[in-house]
């Protein structure tokens, strides 16, 4: 393999990092539905929406028009600190495959949060200090985005509180001390600090929670308590447009060798990895300039795109938060506790859902012992032990190589790897113990559920 | 800082990345003393090391003449995966400390084993392979060497046999699912597998173990099976070689950037890192090339440098090992059990312990509590969460660059940052919990531990 032009890793150098996020919106004919009101059914303003959020991110929330802005040098030193990350060549796994398949992967886990979150996490911290907040709030399911989010606030000297999605905090106690490393405070959700999670617990005792329950109870918080903020790690516009950042750097680097990806695959939760990763190529497909097949890879137990409705729901278990317009399975939907793989969350990226809506990308799902197969797979020829969101994406993009096997097809596939699975060894052991399930809802539990949604528009 | 002109990380190409190992031994005026056979209190011939380790292993332990040895292809397409390891300019760290010192670390954990034992790992692992060999047998204390060795056996299809010191494996579990996901079987120190586990079983009942107890059962067991040779992660002069790889690129990558170091630290258990990282800079030094401050770091409860005696002694607590000359605590010293930040070797590199007698390098011991201090204050800033043993050499260069504070010298200080913390959370949680003690073995407890020594030359 030496010979091979192409190294196994293309790094960009700092002076080659994107200077400006790229909106995908601003590209989009059928933009993605406004954020509602949830009381009056109509568009939410910048005034309704500044107790919530901070004022520079309610501005790059509801922004459609502008397709570049500037990334202020402060987040663009932090970058620094884990950026560029690596698109590496899977020479291993496509000789371990036996397929004329390229691969390539865009690694973000080269950080202590693990993981892509880091990328929006520093720059929504930036701008809550900038606003001259106290501390901001937030939620987190495996733990990545409440990591990365105590590392950027612990950066920028800000007080995090942190609800974490009570079967994470109980299967994860490490991601808790690595929070509390950075300053963090952390709580179990649904808890009782909260008049929401009190109500949550006495309607389903024993629930394990559930990212929407989560953010409930973090927007309460925020929004009762003076000089805070809520910040949230995904689903967001504002989101994705920090994490266009991935798909900036990975473009450049393709670009750098004259390689043109055909497919390129993510992993989707709420889609700020997806969302980010596929933001400059979107973009060329959007303004006719190229064309690239596009897949969204979601857990076959919280199946959003694949089995769920486009409507606008609540982000939240709590229904406080605004409406969004999105692929959801319900705000109700708390996806099976033996459900190891991230990726809870019942919506998705409003930006996302109406691209999808529109047929510019695929999504599909995969059960999650295969997953981990996939995972492990990786692991031992890429080196590399894979979160298992991220190993969603590893799945199909196996597949997609093998099919090339059968077909011949010298494709070049593109996938996100999100991040690390060193703080998943519990999900990691019960696969390797054969105590591992899937679990796929019902049609008639995912319809009582999106029986449920707001009756809007 | 974005207008500095040295990058926060310096990468090398794949090209310029080392394709010789470099050998200090071949520079060395007074060389190492050689291994002795504890029977006869003769040097060790290849003929009687070839059933401990692989024959081209048993070649690069002997060879103390030839200053470069060929990287094979097969490793460095393997090193590609992980390296080059970035050179990083800590400049957020200096800024917080508001030193005038420059401070550079080069980062070895962006790897799964967490640490630089993968450089070393993936080498004997290739060459018992090369050999035909079944698989091989290994000791692991903290768990990275273990980790490393499995994912390099898993690369080569090799069986992989770890046992892992007790105190580890309970407060380490992570650690073991791991080594599973690549395949290896992990048993905890000492055990009843072994005839020297029983009877270490039986004259220390509770023993927490010691890598010294592990090493014995894990040679017993190579040395007992047909198709087994044993590997070793530190202390050998082979590991040494090996991990030049560190010190060639941290070379490389300043003499890019022009460059010079005035201080070079690293941490040292058995001295792999320590004796990799140094070892280019320590052969202009023996050329009389050019001068650097070199110091070694030490645990404060496990002192062979700076505590310990120059004489012949096992490098194992069963006493079946060769005799090696070197700094040692004695093998029957075992640290206590509350130290949590590895380095936990009662001996040290015979390279290492002549270079240090010669006084081409300083030796200091550093507290667990103040090194975990100094891995908070260093991940708070510098994002990365490190290592307990890494950390050792962070305390060193926040110390160095506070008296460069005080002194006004602009010093450019460089030390090795050898891995993450990611399994070493029970150890931050207890330094969280205030429950972290320092423990200082007295002048009686080590002077009973070496007057056990082997009464040699």
């Known amino acids: 393999m030496s010979e091979n032009k192409i190294p196994y890793k293309i790094y960009l150098t700092e002076d080659e ?97 693990g993981s892509h979150k880091l990328n929006s996490a520093i720059a929504q911290a930036y701008y809550a200090k900038k606003q001259g907040l106290k501390g ?15 590392m950027a606030c612990s ?32 709580v179990p959700s649904p808890s009782e600090t909260t008049e929401i999670g009190k109500k949550i617990l ?21 929004t009762k308590n003076e000089g805070y903020r809520y910040v949230l790690g ?25 390689i043109k990806p055909d497919v390129i695959i993510g992993c989707a939760g709420g ?32 199946p959003s795109f694949t089995r769920g409705t486009y409507a606008y729901d609540f982000c939240d278990t709590g229904m406080i938060c605004p409406l969004a317009k999105m692929y959801t399975l319900g705000s109700g939907f708390i996806p099976s506790a033996n459900h190891a793989g991230g990726l809870r969350f019942h919506g998705m990226s409003s930006t996302l859902s109406q691209l999808y809506d529109d047929g510019l990308m695929e999504a599909r799902s995969v059960e999650q012992t295969s997953v981990f197969e996939a995972a492990e797979q990786f692991a031992r020829v890429e080196g590399i032990l894979p979160a298992p969101e991220s190993s969603h994406a590893i799945r199909a993009a196996i597949d997609e190589a093998l099919k090339c096997k059968e077909t011949g097809e010298e494709k070049t596939i593109v996938f996100g790897l999100t991040g690390t699975g060193y703080f998943d060894l519990v999900a990691y052991e019960s696969f390797h113990n ?10 008639e539990e995912i319809a009582a559920s999106i029986a449920k949604l707001p009756k809007i528009g």
């Open 17 to 113: 990092m994107p200077k400006k996020w790229y909106n995908m919106r601003a590209d989009m004919k059928n933009k993605p539905a406004p954020l509602l009101n949830p009381g009056t059914g109509q568009p939410l303003t910048a005034e309704e929406l500044s107790p919530i959020f901070c004022e520079e991110l309610v501005a790059q929330e509801l922004d459609d028009t502008t397709p570049f802005i500037d990334i202020p040098a402060e987040i663009r030193d932090f970058y620094k600190m884990f950026r560029p990350s690596p698109l590496v060549r899977a020479y291993c796994l496509e000789e371990k495959l036996g397929t004329p398949a390229k691969i390539y992967y865009k690694f973000e886990g080269n950080n202590t949060s």
């Open 136 to 150: 901001v709030t937030t939620e987190t399911g495996a733990g990545q985005w409440g990591t990365a989010l105590s």
């Open 155 to 186: 950066y920028f000297d800000l007080d995090c509180k942190v609800f974490m999605v009570k079967v994470s905090y109980e299967q994860k106690p490490f991601r808790r001390e690595v929070m509390r490393t950075y300053g963090a405070s952390v």
């Open 202 to 222: 006495q309607d389903h005792p024993g629930t394990t929670g559930s990212l929407g329950c989560a953010i409930s109870e973090a927007v309460e918080v925020a």
């Open 234 to 258: 995904s689903v967001l516009n504002q989101v994705l447009l920090h994490q266009s950042v991935i798909g900036l750097e990975t473009k450049a680097a393709l670009d750098k060798y004259g």
């Open 271 to 302: 889609g700020s990895n997806l969302g980010g990763l596929i933001a400059p190529f979107m973009g060329e497909k959007l303004r006719g300039e190229a064309d690239y097949q596009i897949i969204a890879i979601e857990p076959a137990s919280c």
């Open 434 to 443: 054969g105590t591992m399930t899937d679990y796929i809802p019902t049609d």
